[in-house]
């Protein structure tokens, strides 16, 4: 797979691997998995707020207004 980065993003990748001291394959493997779990994570937290909403909806609704 080619990867096809801007300068900049070039750049960043360049002083990540340095910093790091990571071949520039796993710092964005590394990246990769970071993000996937991210996302995993945003989606538990939204899906455990769409259901206490639907149980609780009300009640919030109710106190809000008190």
Same mark, same amino acid.
């Given at each position: 797979m080619n990867l096809r980065l801007s300068t900049e993003e070039q750049?960043?990748?360049d002083? !990540? =691997?340095v910093e790091s001291g990571m071949s520039k394959n796993d710092v964005?493997?590394?990246a990769l998995m970071e993000k996937a779990l991210r996302d995993g994570q945003h989606? *538990?937290?939204e899906q =455990? !707020?769409?259901w206490a909403l639907d149980r609780y909806g009300d009640v919030l *609704? *109710?106190?809000g207004e008190a």
């Open positions: 750049t960043i990748l002083a !990540l =691997s964005m493997r590394q989606n *538990r937290v =455990s !707020l769409d *609704r *109710r106190l």
